[in-house]
């Protein structure tokens, strides 16, 4: 029988067909068996967790402790929910994880000092319960006032504290004899003149612990420290206003955060700072900051609740969203700067996922929430997991089940 035109022209095309097509056209059918694959996969879990909650009620859902709307929000989302809890009689305030990944360290109002063990995250459940953290230090009375901020140093061998009491302390401690008093030692300096409201070490691949940054009330002067001196070897002046938070990611570079609303870049190797983000029209104060692994993406958290994202190499904003509905008080960006948290006085910590285009709207998930206002939140060096720490007198260690540690780990 005669052939038709359609038949004939698919023999022609075929025969004159690009082999490379034909390669990108198998790679993509491949890929896509195997997205369908995963995705059948995933929905299969989604299911069994699902007929797990129906068939146990005792079982708490991961929306309970996360505040989502669904199941289905929880299972294509990060979920995290709580491993481990420190309770004090006050507010804790602040807290820092070991470069390590294996302690943490917390202060609160109280004046106390801990350092607790990280949990091991590998075994979470859906269905764990919280355990109270193993305290591995603690020393009462460690400032005259509350503990407002702190920060390891790049060994692990130095913990910095600062308080309303004006004072910066540095403890030596021994991680492998941690009690050991023989072995610890202890250094105040005294240079500020208010609340010590935010340090951090200078860090660079030669873990020196020679540099603090800090910076408060009183002068709001940015200080740069020499702790084997003991001494300030340098000041910054320039913020109106008190400085509120404190940030490097590299061995030069420095941003600080201020009351009066603005946000300034530093360079130690030069006398005044190199860059000035402006204050938003609502002159809110400017709460925390941070800075990306890449050094390119600043995110700055300000008390009217909005969020900026201000890329530094271009001098430019490139983003300001609205994730929370009171004042954000800690911004830090994941391992790998995909995920953004900020944590907030509106008792949330959300997740912003910085995947694609940032100039268009952002993906949020709302991934932890205390009873009060939180005050701080900081992600472990090395694992998908996180700190928090509130006026509701509780620092929990948070962690995603497995299931939603699977999901995390396939972005992007």
């Known amino acids: ?45 989604r299911n069994e967790i699902q007929k797990k909650i129906t068939a146990n009620p005792k079982i708490r859902a991961i929306n309970d402790i996360t505040k989502y709307d669904s199941l289905e929000d929880i299972t294509r989302s990060p979920a995290f929910i709580p491993l481990a809890t420190i309770e004090d ?5 602040s807290v820092d994880v070991h470069p390590s990944g294996k302690y943490f360290a917390v202060g609160s109002n109280s004046k106390m000092l801990r350092v607790c063990a990280y949990p091991d995250i590998k075994n979470i459940r859906t269905d764990s319960l919280p355990n109270q953290a193993k305290v591995l230090y603690k020393k009462g009375k460690h400032h005259l006032g509350s503990i407002y901020c702190m920060g390891w140093s790049p060994s692990g061998k130095i913990i910095a504290t600062g308080s309303n009491d004006k004072l910066i302390k540095l403890v030596r401690l021994d991680m492998d004899k941690p009690e050991d008093e023989s072995n610890n030692t202890e250094i105040e300096l005294t240079h500020h003149t208010g609340t010590v409201r935010d340090l951090i070490f200078m860090h660079d691949n030669s873990k020196d612990d020679s540099i ?6 009183g002068d709001c002067k940015v200080y740069v420290t020499d702790t084997r001196k003991k001494i300030p070897i340098k000041s910054y002046s320039g913020h109106q206003g008190h400085i509120y938070s404190i940030y490097t990611w590299d061995a030069c570079n420095f941003v600080s955060a201020s009351q009066d609303g603005t946000s300034r870049i530093w360079d130690i190797r030069q006398p005044e700072c190199v860059n000035v983000i402006a204050a938003r029209p609502s002159n809110s104060p400017v709460a925390s900051v941070a800075v990306d692994s890449s050094g390119q993406l600043l995110a700055a958290g300000y008390e009217d609740s909005s969020c900026l994202l201000y890329d530094l190499r271009g001098k430019r904003v490139v983003q300001s969203y609205q994730p929370h509905t009171n004042e954000i008080r800690s911004v830090r960006f994941s391992i790998h ?37 939180i005050i701080q939140a900081r992600w472990h ?18 962690a995603p089940p497995l299931s939603a540690l699977s999901i995390l780990a396939q972005t992007p």
């Not at 038709?4 to 059918?29: C, F, H, M």
């Not at 009689?89 to 305030?93: D, F, G, M």
């Open 381 to 398: 060096p090395h694992e998908m997991s996180f700190i928090t720490t509130s006026a509701d007198r509780t620092c929990i260690v948070w």
């Open 212 to 217: 603090l940054l800090s910076g408060g009330a």
């Open 89 to 93: 009689v006050q507010a804790i305030r």
């Open 1 to 45: 029988p005669t052939k038709s035109t359609n038949e004939n022209e698919n023999e022609n095309r075929s025969s004159t067909s690009d082999p490379s097509a034909d390669r990108l056209l198998k790679e993509y059918q491949k890929s896509r068996a195997e997205f369908t694959k995963q995705f059948d996969e995933h929905e299969i879990q």
């Open 337 to 373: 700067s995909y995920y953004l948290l900020t944590a907030s006085y509106d008792k949330k910590v959300i997740m912003t996922s910085l995947n694609g285009d940032l100039t268009k709207p952002l993906v949020l998930s709302t991934v932890a929430a205390h009873n009060d206002k």
